[in-house]
């Protein structure tokens, strides 16, 4: 059974940055993709930000493009989300996400219904 356990989330005024982790536990090596959604009150659960875990291709939502970077420990089983720069559009719960099914279309790796594990979630409050 895999657990996700984030962590690293906070309280800043815009400008500044934070880095998210999440920490995997009963971690299989088949798991594929990992993502890091928000969900804003009043929005939609949003992909930020996503890897393959069998290589380093990633994917960034328009929004964070230039700003966050995700990126994953293999020994340490732990997935990381740096973000700069932060705006108050980017207070959100924050969850990280995993699946062991593949291929994903670049559709389904930005949807929540196609990860099965998740955590959760640490919330980020930006302000201005």
């Known amino acids: 059974q895999v657990q996700l356990v984030e962590s690293g989330g906070g309280s800043l005024q815009a400008a500044g940055s934070l880095r998210l982790s999440c920490a995997g536990f009963?971690?299989?090596?088949?798991?594929?993709?990992m993502c890091w959604f928000r969900h804003a009150l009043g929005n939609e659960r949003e992909a930020v930000a996503t890897i393959y875990t069998g290589g380093s291709d990633t994917y960034y939502g328009d929004s964070v493009k230039g700003r966050f970077t995700i990126s994953k420990d293999n020994i340490k089983n732990t997935l990381y989300l740096q973000m700069n720069s932060l705006k108050p559009e980017d207070t959100a719960m924050y969850y990280c996400a995993a699946d062991y099914r593949f291929p994903k279309s670049s559709i389904q790796r930005l949807s929540p219904g196609s990860y099965y594990y998740w955590g959760q979630g640490t919330q980020v409050t930006v302000s201005s």
């Open positions: 009963g971690y299989s090596s088949s798991i594929t993709y």
